[in-house]
């Protein structure tokens, strides 16, 4: 992975440095709160509802063990020992105090990691497929693009006060593990017809209270304009986005209002004049940073495994695990790992310091040093050997990581929501942990098939509801928690926004209702082969309209 | 008469901003809008006076592009701090138009703001807030001098073996 050098140690060094000062100013009155806020936001520093909130940037949800061990560390020095892995691939320690935040930078910094950019209304931390540099099908690596846009989006001179938060997404095979189509930019690694690589544009997804999926603008523009064609969308949207309204304000709403052809051609007159500038990526700087990514020297190895396929054949639940938290790699003998953090009961994304420790010393052992973070709030190891996957597996089981549930419905997204963030409306951690144990049983759950919930505290979707197969937003209505339910929501490449069934329901019952949509996807599929997904784009919603607020609902309360 | 920092100290300002709505001055320095200076166009340049363009943030350039050599100086407005529209602007005069008189920022000037307003092409700061005041007499300048990415040739020059990466061809302003 991407090494600092000696120009990247010194930033990172001299940006802490920089932010020291402005806690300094602060608290000595030469800086008002207002003026404050967003230096402190561009370093990751929240204040919420009950303390003030740290998030540390994983460029593109990549990091190796020596890193991994000293979040733990910040976790057990700083703050209650345990973290939150977030959907963006960044971590988050909620309870540090302010005196003590300047130290975790400068632990951080040591091992490369740094909180720059985490929040505020500048680029956030770009994120990319969790599976980059291992999955069978990958065009490139999307990760040397992605790093090559946080170098230039990092502390940009232009673009650090933009009309909002801006969020870029890279994926590098078709099939989106990054949910591009939702991100302000979203791009997708293709080849031309003469096999050059290059990009797929997509601007103006979100999700927010005005969820839009993004607009393609460009078939192709080629890897040398990466950094020109993006400089010029951010500056067209710098211009022109709203600023009368921080709700209207996304690059979406710009796209909506002004329409995505007038847009693409004030886009495309900019980058005209630029792209022959100093942005121009000269290809064999684009190689030396590909090299940084270069994928550990597999051994060659045989397809299957027999040391794995007799252990599987007499411990039921390394089989499990084997076939739902492992995928395809690109390498013969090789499976990318799910680590999940989604126990039943548990609180999505949250892992504790020895968890953490633990996960390092699994990576060192057996997964050649790297560790990625998923937006699912997930870990994954990208390259395991069939071979060593009975050890992982049980060192895992060791640490209580070893549910064998990704992608399933108790792998479930969710915001901190009103236990934590000052945003929120509504609790959605309880609701979370709620449906997870309704849901734990390993055979239901297998049966059930892929299903992705996912649950937001606000409408400000921090936990994509509106692209959950089940999406749950909790509101408040006189005083009370609300949940309204939406159904067919995918953030994939045919992403879609989930649309509203109904009126919601209260905290005690929304797990029921989960239940009951449950219930009625097994009876109406054509088989175990029919996803949720799919069977509900081919029904619709009057089933599960029919099955929750119908004449005969099956449940009594319903009506 | 606000003082302006620029080249690592204050000078008195000698321009005037001039409201739309105000009657402009005999002579010396004026600073005008940009609706002014396009429905008086032809009598401004007759006049004695000298002239400089006040840009309100989110004011295009579509329609002054060919009068830019006119003016010394250009100011552009931060109404907020946190309203960044005019760092775009700056570039765009400085790089695609080649604008290369004073380019001066006004309104809500902050000394956290001042580096990144540099960087876009900005050489003048009128300065109204104490604390930045101060700050900027004792020699303060809170950049990161590392620049991971190319805003353009202009006071930069490229650090080590990364094509895009910058370091300032000159310290920050002296101290004074």
Redesign the interface.
Known sequence: MYRY????R??VA??VT?FK??VT?RLAG??TED?FK??RLMNGVYLQLHAYMLRVAIPYGTLDSAQMRRLAHVARTYDRGYGHFTTRQNIQYNWPSLEDIPAILDDLAEVEMHAIQTSG?CIRNVTADHFAGASADEIADPRPYAEILR????????????PRKFKIAVTGAPNDRAAIQVHDIGLQVVRDEDGAIGFAVYVGGGQGRTPMIARKIRDFVPEADL?AYCEAIL?VY??YGR?DNKYKARIKILVHETGIERLKSDIEAEFE??RH???AL?DE?VR?IETYFAPPAFETLPAHSVRLETAMKTDRALSDWVSQNTHAHRAEGYRIVTISLKPPGGIPGDASADQMDAVAAIADAYGHNEIRVSHEQNLVLPHVKLDDLPEVFAALQKAQLADANAGLVTDIIACPGMDYCALATARSIPVAQEISERFAGPQRQQDIGPLKIKISGCINACGHHHVGHIGILGVEKKGEELYQITLGGSGDEEAAIGTIIGRGFSGDRITDAVEVIVNTYLHLRKGPEETFLAAYRRVGDDPFKEALYGENAQWPWAV | MQNIYRDGRFDPDIWTLVADDEPLPEGGHALIGKARWLEERDVLAKSRLSLGLALAAGDTLDDVVADLPRFSVIALEFPKFADGRSYSTARLLRETHGFKGELRAIGDVLIDQIPLMRRCGFDAFAISNEPTRRALEAGHFPDVPYYTQPIADRGEVPAGTRPWLRVPAAPAPPVR
């Open positions: 050098d000696e120009f990247d010194t930033f001299e940006r920089q000062d402005q100013r030469d800086l003026q967003p230096l209304n170098q230039w989006s990092s502390l940009h001179p232009e673009f650090s006060f933009l950094l500056r710098n211009l600023r004049r630029i500038g100093v942005l000269p700087e030396r």
